[in-house]
Nanobody
């Protein structure tokens, strides 16, 4: 069974930076994609960025140039470096892991970490 644990959220002023981490435990040796999603109050959960186990990255347009996703496969850990934060980045940020298992994907979610951007 895979478990995901996020950390690094908090309160930051506009223009500030935060670094989120997501540590995965369990067997994830197969090809997989780790991603960050966020959900603001009253809004749907949306993709922020994701990264495959071979390093391919994908970003939402609203974070391009400001956020950087990375991962350390040896530690089964993914990171999200967030710079130039804006109030509209305020949301609960969730870690997601999709593991390719034959012809299907096994999907796991973390519990989320709150990011608040406010002066």
């Amino acid at each position: 069974q895979v478990q995901l644990v996020e950390s690094g959220g908090g309160l930051v002023q506009p223009g500030g930076s935060l670094r989120l981490s997501c540590a995965a435990s369990g067997n994830i040796l197969r090809f997989n994609i780790m991603g960050w999603y966020r959900q603001a109050p009253g809004k749907q959960r949306e993709l922020v960025a994701d990264i495959s186990s071979v390093g391919t990255t994908n970003y939402a347009d609203f974070v391009k140039g400001r956020f950087t996703i990375s991962r350390d496969n040896a530690k089964n850990t993914m990171y999200l470096e967030m710079n130039s934060l804006k109030p509209e980045d305020t949301a609960v940020y969730y870690c997601k892991l999709d593991v390719l298992n034959g012809i299907k994907w096994d999907i796991y979610w973390g519990q989320g970490t709150q990011v608040t951007v406010s002066s």
